[in-house]
């Protein structure tokens, strides 16, 4: 995936910033959605692709649930520039660590949200 697709990701990369200082909380979640199906949609795997579309709705629920506990929702376009990045360059490893990273933060919120003790 990432050396095929360098180019692309170059592309996606340097275009206009998604989903950043949007205040269309709707809008915000559709990006991050099209944004994973994306990368999903680069790896050419259409099985996945399809149970990716199939969980969609549900995703919707989890990406609102991150951007109701996240501190700073429209940061989370940051790290999925870091993620295109790492995918530009070909590095592996840079890649994983910036997969891990997208995923560590938004489940950290998330479990901090739920945590909370509410007021």
Partial sequence: MTASHGHSWRATRSGKPRQRGSGDESQRIEEDLAFHRLLIASAGNRRLLSTF????????????????????????????????????????????????YHIGVARDYVVQGIERPRE
């Fill in 53 to 100: 579309d199939d969980l969609a709705h549900e995703l919707r629920l989890c990406i609102t649930l991150i951007t109701k506990t996240h501190e700073a929702p429209d940061s989370i376009a940051e790290s999925h520039h870091l993620i295109l990045d790492a995918l530009a360059s070909g590095d592996g490893p840079r890649c994983r660590e910036a997969i891990d």
